[in-house]
């Protein structure tokens, strides 16, 4: 199962992920990174602007598999799902 790393960049600074997780797809990555990302943002914490950051996922070999900006979370909770 692939291993993808997860690591927070926001202007306030970054959190580099050194365990990752497995995902059985980088699909099922980037839900739980939308997922993670709405986490964060429902927080109390003035001192983050969310909309900012971004999920920066790598791969094993350090290659950025995508990008998740926080307002692109916000926007794919915000539209209705496709059936």
């Given at each position: ?9 926001c202007p ?6 050194p365990?990752?997780?497995d ?8 839900d739980?990174a ?33 990008e998740?900006?926080f ?7 915000e ?5």
């Amino acid at each position: 199962m692939p291993r993808f790393f997860f690591s927070l960049r926001c202007p306030e600074g970054s959190v580099i992920d050194p365990d990752g997780a497995d995902f059985a797809n980088a699909d099922e990555a980037y839900d739980t990174a939308a997922r993670t990302a709405r986490t964060l943002m429902a927080t109390d914490d003035a001192e983050v602007d969310w909309l900012r950051c971004i999920f920066e996922v790598a791969d094993d070999a350090g290659e950025v598999v995508f990008e998740l900006p926080f307002s692109e979370a916000v926007e794919a909770a915000e539209s209705p799902k496709k059936h």
